[in-house]
């Protein structure tokens, strides 16, 4: 475990910062003494949307976000290297259809930080609803954050005047703020969901109404890893 007493009294000459957004192997600067790792794994993809008929409305769930870690780590608990692996955004569901999990990213078996899971689709009708997907979990962390879950699809069609829709927002990873759903009120609409905002983000839900095209959600955004390297 490294403590704060462990690090005080050690002089630092430099400060380097590695960052990983691909699959890689993270080997230390010469004189690295300590780093703090920091990891996102990837958003989850938000729902499709089936074709809406006419009078039939639909909104997909939005993708939920990374986990997130930081570690705080020894030049001996590095060792040589460690194998980086970076979790792949998930892609939005096509129509009617899930969208996939985002990745799992890790360094070595130190940490490892699960993506966010899939925003449910929807098929069209009257009135309709779509769950959004958990966030990612994580762990091997001095701090250990779950990833914010995504937006539920929330959609009504009573009369001509009363139409509404709004696809699921996507989750927040501890690097991303939400991503906004796509939204209509008393029109005839197929909007694509939205991709997720920055690392470990979540996509959003597609949206149809009213005799709209099918809308595929938005893809999650991949995870990184950045490391802080104390040098002396």
Do not use: H, K, W
């Not at 490892?112 to 929807?122: H, L, Q, T």
């Amino acid at each position: 475990m490294v403590t704060n007493n462990s690090i005080n009294n050690i002089q630092f000459s430099s400060i380097n910062i590695q960052t990983f957004t691909t699959n890689g192997t993270y080997t230390p600067t010469s004189g690295m003494r300590y780093c703090i790792i920091e990891a996102i794994g990837g958003g989850g993809g938000g729902g499709g949307c089936g074709a809406a008929g006419v009078l039939t409305v639909g909104a997909g769930g939005g993708g939920g976000g990374g986990g997130y870690s930081r570690l705080v780590a020894s030049a001996s608990t590095i060792g040589v290297s460690q194998s980086i692996t970076i979790g792949a955004g998930g892609a939005g569901g096509v129509g009617s259809a899930n969208g996939s999990p985002g990745g799992t990213t890790s360094v070595g078996a130190l940490i490892s930080c699960v993506g966010g899971a899939i925003g449910e689709p929807e098929t069209a009708a009257l009135i309709t609803t779509a769950g959004g997907g958990a966030g990612g979990s994580s762990s091997g962390g001095d701090v250990n954050i779950t990833g914010g879950a995504g937006g539920s699809g929330f959609a009504t069609y009573l009369t001509t005047l009363t139409l509404a829709a709004s696809s699921g927002f996507g989750g927040a990873s501890y690097f991303s703020g939400t991503r906004e759903g796509r939204t209509t009120q008393n029109s005839a609409a197929s909007q694509v969901g939205n991709t997720g905002r920055s690392y470990g983000g979540g996509g959003t839900g597609g949206l149809s109404t009213d005799g709209g095209a099918a809308a595929n959600g938005g893809d999650g955004a991949a995870g990184i890893v950045v490391i802080t390297e104390y040098i002396s």
